[in-house]
């Protein structure tokens, strides 16, 4: 199950990567990974989430902090 966190962090990347105009081939192509992947983790069916490691490479990617993707501290769970 995605917990409220990783579901920010799923919405600030579909955020960032559609304000940018990169498709999820796009970004599975910048991970490395398969398009279907990041269609999983966008997607409420599947419990599949970004590694930390993950976020560091959408962020390097993006000229960003990996912070910009978190949610403050006083974020209400």
């Known amino acids: 199950m995605k917990s409220k966190v990783d579901l920010f962090v799923i919405n600030k990347v579909r955020e960032k990567r ?3 105009g990169i498709s999820q081939r796009g ?3 910048i991970l490395e990974c ?6 999983q983790v ?6 599949i989430k970004y590694s930390v490691y993950q976020v560091f490479l959408i962020a ?3 000229d960003c902090s990996p912070a910009d993707f978190f ?7």
């Not at 966008?42 to 419990?47: A, G, L, M, T």
Request: aromatic share 22%; proline share 11%; glycine share 4%.
């Open 71 to 77: 949610p403050p501290i006083n974020f209400d769970f």
């Open 27 to 29: 970004l599975a192509a």
């Open 34 to 39: 398969s398009p279907s992947f990041i269609g």
């Open 60 to 62: 390097q990617f993006f």
């Open 18 to 20: 559609k304000e940018l």
């Open 42 to 47: 966008e997607s409420d069916k599947f419990d």
